[in-house]
């Protein structure tokens, strides 16, 4: 993650988010694919995406299915049926998060409103 | 460039090599390091293997591979705990409670005509405590064999081997029970304790029986819904 608490919140969103628009993912793609979109701004660290992916696992979020890839075992991870529900939820309430932060950062646009 | 499958071996030794014991996380692990590898190849095909893992080590911090573990364990663990709790519950509902109540009834009864009531409360106790440690005697023994035959350890296996965080509550109420003896005439005279008594021994009872047997037994059924890769092993 980029060095910044301010991300930390929003991981298990941004996992979501991914997944939602991807189907399944491995680990490592999810951290290049938010490199990519972020143009190497947002860089999800190794050591926080693992435990986040395992915490979404057990909460019944994600599910994993195994692929033998090249010479080695690939875990993907997939939203669950009520994991895409909960997807729903986040995304709406980052969206809110994001609206009302904007309005407090920069109070001059909510004039346009 | 592909990495080859001495080199997959080479990172399943490095996965040990930095304490991660287990074969379900030195799997997504060493896929990890695995395409960061190959993904610094091709930006610089010059790099040597060596160069390339530690370069990505080095991305997982002071700690490398700790975090992600102990995460794990702790994921994994809530998870046995809600399993154990889940049979628990199934003691209160229909037809195990039945079971529950006869039980309490029985040792309480046994318990309120028997002049050695103390003694038998005791032995029934003591039995439950050698049960336990036969099981874990077991346990440990089966351990060493796969550590000595280098198998592949999963961790919520050794979780449910280990009993979670269970693994002392044999010896927990012991110190209770004996404070109630030492009580015994007051409390075994009354009805009312000796129900209660009855009824937590009971519980206890049930703890020790789903921790020592009823888990280990339904293993296999939690570790294939645990991990997809359990299976493939098995075939």
Do not use: C
Request: hydrophobic content about 45%; proline content about 2%.
């Amino acid at each position: 993650m980029k060095n910044s608490q301010l991300y930390k919140g929003s991981l298990n969103t941004i996992i979501m988010k991914l997944l939602e628009e991807n189907g399944k993912m491995y680990g490592y793609e999810i951290t290049q694919k938010v490199k990519i979109i972020t143009h190497g701004e947002l860089n999800i660290t190794e050591g926080a995406l693992y435990p986040a992916l395992h915490k979404l696992e057990a909460e019944g979020i994600l599910d994993v299915e195994i692929a033998k890839v090249d010479n080695r075992m690939r875990k993907y991870y997939k939203l669950t049926e009520s994991g895409q529900k909960e997807t729903v939820n986040r995304l709406a309430e980052l969206e809110d998060f994001i609206r009302n932060m904007q309005s407090l950062v920069n109070p001059k646009s909510n004039l346009e409103f | 460039m592909k990495l080859t499958s001495e080199q997959i071996d080479q990172l399943f030794s490095f996965t040990r090599q930095h304490y991660v014991e287990w074969y379900d996380l030195q799997s997504e692990l060493v896929d990890h390091l695995a395409n960061a590898i190959e993904t610094q190849w091709e930006e610089n095909p010059k790099l040597t293997f060596d160069q390339a893992l530690n370069a990505e080590f080095k991305k997982f911090g002071v700690f490398g591979f700790m975090d992600v573990v102990e995460k794990r364990q702790a994921v994994l663990s809530k998870k046995y705990n809600r399993l154990v709790w889940e049979h628990f519950k199934d003691f209160f509902g229909i037809p195990k409670i039945v079971l529950l109540i006869a039980m309490t009834l029985g040792l309480f009864s046994i318990l309120k005509i028997n002049f050695y009531s103390q003694w038998i409360f005791i032995g029934l106790y003591l039995i439950l405590i050698v049960f336990s440690f036969r099981e874990m005697f077991k346990n440990s023994k089966r351990k060493k064999q796969q550590i000595k035959e280098v198998q592949k350890r999963w961790l919520f296996e050794e979780i449910i081997n280990q009993y979670g965080s269970f693994s002392v509550i044999a010896l927990t109420p012991l110190n209770i029970f004996i404070q109630l003896l030492n009580h015994s005439k007051d409390i075994l005279s009354n009805p009312y304790y000796t129900l209660g008594l009855s009824f937590l021994f009971v519980l206890f009872a049930i703890i020790v029986f789903i921790i020592f047997k009823i888990m280990p037994a339904k293993a296999e059924d939690y570790l294939l819904a645990t991990y997809p890769e359990y299976k493939l092993d098995r075939l």
